[in-house]
């Protein structure tokens, strides 16, 4: 059974940083491609940054690029995700996610598994 565990959200200050990580079981994660979405109230969900099984090519919203910064470990089945500089519009619950084919980084349907969530505040 695979799962994907994500932790290290809470609430932060803007201008703050927080370090999200994501442990995955139950598949060969070093075949992966890992994501990261992000969901805010209301809203669909949205495309925040992904990296390639062997971190060769990495990939980042428009709204995160020079903030955030994605990276994996695959020794220890892990991705993170560094956000620096937090801002209240970031405010949102973060999802991890696995795919092992990717047609689109970006596009949430590319994802065949998914983590459970991690809630992020920003306060002003």
């Known amino acids: 059974q695979v799962q994907l565990v994500e932790s290290g959200g809470g609430l932060v200050q803007a201008g703050g940083s927080l370090r999200l990580s994501c442990v995955a079981s139950?598949?060969?994660?070093?075949?992966?491609?890992m994501g990261w979405f992000l969901q805010a109230p209301g809203k669909e969900r949205e495309f925040v940054a992904a990296?390639?099984?062997?971190?060769?090519?990495?990939y980042y919203a428009d709204s995160v690029k020079g903030r955030f910064t994605i990276s994996r470990d695959n020794a220890k089945n892990t991705v993170y995700l560094q956000m620096n500089s937090l801002k209240p519009d970031d405010t949102a619950v973060y999802y991890c996610?696995?795919?092992?084919?990717?047609?689109?980084?970006?596009?949430?349907?590319?994802?065949?598994?998914w983590g459970q969530g991690t809630q992020v505040t920003v306060s002003s």
């Open positions: 990296i390639s099984w062997n971190g060769g090519n990495i």
């Open positions: 139950g598949l060969t994660f070093r075949n992966y491609a």
């Open positions: 996610a696995a795919a092992d084919r990717v047609p689109s980084y970006s596009s949430a349907s590319t994802y065949s598994y």
